[in-house]
Nanobody, 125 residues
Framework: QVQLVESGGGSVQSGGSLRLSCAVS????????MGWFRQAPGKEREGVAT?????????YYAASVKGRFTISQDNARNTVYLQMNSLKPEDTAMYYC?????????????????WGQGTQVTVSS
């Protein structure tokens, strides 16, 4: 089992920054792939960024956030971060942390079995 707890969401103005954190606890070993996803009202959940620990730390980003968001992982603290800069109103959504314990990593939500409860990010213009 893997438990994930997100924090760091909030309300910011356009152009601002936030850093999301995801605390990971697991009794099945280290997750192979960790990711951040988001879901806006009336829209499907979409992949924002993933990091493939089992793949040498490779990262993947959605085109809409590339260059603005950075995913990182601190194994000593069992925490995954999402640094979000230059935020836009269209980034407004519930953000979820997710984990995959078997090999493989991508931005597809279907690959991930374990999910946190989410943290709200609201960006005003």
């Amino acid at each position: 089992q893997v438990q994930l707890v997100e924090s760091g969401g909030g309300s910011v103005q356009s152009g601002g920054s936030l850093r999301l954190s995801c605390a990971v606890s697991s009794n099945t070993g280290t997750a192979n792939c960790m990711g951040w996803f988001r879901q806006a009202p009336g829209k499907e959940r979409e992949g924002v960024a993933t990091i493939y620990g089992g793949g040498g730390g490779s990262t993947y980003y959605a085109a809409s956030v590339k260059g603005r968001f950075t995913i990182s992982q601190d194994n000593a603290r069992n925490t995954v971060y999402l640094q979000m800069n230059s935020l836009k109103p269209e980034d407004t959504a519930m953000y979820y942390c997710a984990a995959r314990v078997i090999p493989g990593c991508s931005l597809s939500p279907d690959l991930f079995r374990y999910w946190g409860q989410g943290t709200q990010v609201t960006v005003s213009s």
